[in-house]
């Protein structure tokens, strides 16, 4: 008799950041991987450039008050996180450690000398070792003001020791091509990251939703939160930024179920069992790379 599919614990970390400070959001994220793995998860996700947060203030201003959105981005280019460093070696040692997956969004900077930043997922399996990183294909909006757009090399999925392991950031889990190319290469555990704030929570619900359906998968859905309170008064662009950051983590199975979450307003170790058989089971219905494709009519090429 064949073996059932792997079941496990996964989780979504849903908690704010400690504001502009690399080494202490990393303190802090090594004891929340910690805590999760003491209580038997297995992977855990962080929301989107939680390192050392994301960038909700105007990041364009007009002149002439544009000196306000360059010196926020200096000192978020300062507290960003090179690929590998003593930043993600302590992250590396909590993985090693807890024997369990992370996947940590963070804002990136490259070791050479320049000033360009890039939205990442980091991979990091149980043994403490980079899987790889993802860059936001297209960051969206006044986002390009901030990071440069990631490459093909961005599209790629992971065989871990749970099931196939990949993710987007954003707005880019409605890009129909890159989810297709995650999907054909047998991503089973897609990552979604987010900011959102309250006027995107229908947006994120719908997206994640709609991912988990279209492509039979489990969905991670890691949102952001910070409140007010949390941000330090000195800060100059504390009181012209809306700081509505509501959350909304949530994980959901492959038919469009939450089997976690949504949770608002809050911070939370968001946590569901996995059951990579519900895979095979809507799949049976509708096998987006499979059964219900048409590869003779259609086709996707990554250049």
Request: hydrophobic share 40%; aromatic share 8%.
């Amino acid at each position: 008799m064949g073996e059932r599919s792997l079941k496990f614990l996964a989780a979504v970390a849903q908690f704010a950041p400690v504001f502009l400070d690399r080494e202490a959001t990393v303190d802090k994220a090594c004891k929340i991987i910690a805590t999760a793995a003491e209580g038997g998860v297995r992977l855990i996700v962080f929301p989107e450039a939680w390192i050392p947060t994301f960038p909700y203030w105007p990041r364009a201003l007009p002149h002439p008050h544009r000196k306000l959105s360059v010196d926020a981005y200096v000192d978020l280019y300062r507290e960003a996180v090179e690929i590998p460093s003593p930043a993600t070696d302590h992250l590396c040692a909590a993985a090693r450690k807890g024997r369990i997956t992370v996947v940590m969004g963070m804002n990136e900077k490259e070791s050479r000398q320049g000033g360009t930043m890039y939205n990442t997922l980091l991979y990091i399996g149980p043994n403490g070792e980079i899987l790889g990183r993802h860059r936001k294909l297209v960051p969206t909006f006044e986002e390009r003001c901030v990071w440069g757009m990631g490459g093909a090399d961005s599209l790629q999925v992971y065989s871990t020791e749970l099931g196939r392991l990949s993710g987007l950031v954003c707005g880019n889990n409605s890009m129909t091509l890159a989810k297709y190319a995650l999907l054909s290469l047998g991503e089973q555990l897609h990552v979604a990251v987010w900011p959102n704030r309250t006027g995107m929570k229908d947006m994120v619900d719908v997206v994640s939703r709609n991912y988990a359906i279209e492509g039979q998968v489990f969905v991670l859905s890691a949102c952001g939160y910070i409140a007010a309170d949390q941000i330090p008064d000195n800060f100059p662009l504390k009181s012209q930024t809306e700081w509505a950051i509501c959350g909304g983590s949530g994980i959901i199975d492959p038919m469009g179920n939450y089997l976690a979450g949504p949770i608002y307003d809050r911070e939370e170790l968001i946590h569901a069992e996995i059951d990579l058989d519900r895979i095979v089971a809507a799949k049976s219905i509708q096998d987006t790379t499979g059964h219900y494709s048409r590869p003779d009519l259609l086709r996707l090429q990554i250049v």
